[in-house]
């Protein structure tokens, strides 16, 4: 029942800024205290983590987005956001969003091309 969809992915150049945002429905308990986050999986590569955020705000990125992407949630709303500044051609990847241990989105695109 519970399900996570994407949006937010596009063609972009480098240096430029997407903002992806996951949206949850269904119905999900204690929303706010469930580790949450984002991956990407590039052709050809397994799904690495990007970032996360757990209970009471704690985040974690990866080394190669610190500094240039941010996780987020808004509680009310049930979603879980990734802000991407300063895009390199590296990024391109498809995004997918995860709740918990097992939920996950169906991704979105993000192709980052001069």
């Known amino acids: 029942q519970v399900q996570l969809v994407e949006s937010g992915g596009g063609l972009i150049h480098p240096g430029g800024s997407l903002r992806l945002s996951c949206a949850a429905s269904?119905?999900?308990?204690?929303?706010?205290?469930?580790?949450m986050g984002w991956y990407r999986q590039a052709p050809g590569k397994q799904r690495e983590l990007v970032a996360t955020?757990?209970?009471?705000?704690?985040?974690n990125y990866a080394e190669s987005v610190k500094g240039r992407f941010t996780i987020s949630r808004a509680v009310a709303k049930k979603t879980i956001d990734l802000q991407m500044n300063s895009l390199k051609s590296e990024d391109t990847a498809v995004y997918y969003c995860?709740?918990?241990?097992?939920?996950w989105g169906q991704g979105t695109q993000v192709t980052v091309s001069s």
């Open positions: 995860k709740l918990g241990s097992n939920v």
């Open positions: 269904g119905i999900i308990r204690a929303f706010s205290s469930l580790d």
């Open positions: 955020i757990g209970y009471g705000g704690s985040t």
